[in-house]
């Protein structure tokens, strides 16, 4: 979820190793390398001309020409044209990567970010190097929950190291929802509060009721921080396990 990266890289990665199968995929040059440049780092930035793109929503594959070679990338999804420029941030490497929707498998595959990370300010911790800011949906500001347990977004980054491990509540509109995850609903709320710059300004929620982007909700759940998917990502927040009401 400003045009930074939204719901967090490691949704991208989940996601994509938990592939829907679709019943027409997208048809793909076999005669194409899967990668034919020479490896990348971890954490590294990825520039160079789009050679072809396959989008298989809520992503994207892009076939990217660099310095060094061809080779594929994933990020969240996104309008491309074949043979503009690009430029994908924190590249996780993927090896023998198997898509089950285009029922191929990858030699070499690249999750990215579309955005750079901003860097930690005012006192809150910033997402971590691999977790890209959320984009800044504009909702306006969203009244907030009732009772001792409520918070808006921006008070639970402030005092999250007080509030970890106990049971909070907050009210926001879900800009981002990817369904089924790692066992899970992954939401993203904003409530008009915090800093975008930093990150502040959104909260990643898990929970097993469903939600529809653009609904405002209220979320209850345990709050987290330093949580590690795996991968090596981790949220400094997270509300895990959360109940999910007041849909409108």
Partial sequence: MRSTAGLGLVVLFTVGCAERTKD????????????????????????????????????????????????????????????????????????????????????????????????????????????????????????????????????????MDKLVGTAVSVRGVVVKYNAGVMGKNWIHLQDGSGDPSIGTHDITVTSLDAATIGDTVTVTGVLRTKVDVGAGYTYPLLLEDARVAARR
């Fill in 24 to 159: 027409a995929p997208v048809p793909v040059d076999s005669a194409s390398p899967a990668s034919a440049a020479a490896p990348v780092a971890r954490g590294s930035t990825i520039s160079g001309t789009v050679l072809e793109q396959i989008p298989v929503s809520p992503y994207v594959y892009l076939r990217v020409e660099t310095a060094n070679g061809a080779l594929w990338t994933a990020v969240m999804e996104a309008p491309f044209t074949v043979g503009a420029p690009v430029t994908i941030y924190n590249a996780l490497p993927m090896e023998q990567f198997e898509s089950t929707t285009l029922k191929r498998t990858f030699d070499r595959l690249y999750f990215g970010s579309l955005e750079p990370v901003a860097s930690a300010a005012h006192g809150a911790s910033a997402p971590t190097a691999a977790t890209p800011l959320a984009v800044d949906a504009r909702i306006g500001t969203v009244e907030p929950a009732s009772g001792d347990n409520a918070r808006t977004i921006s008070a639970l980054w402030l005092q």
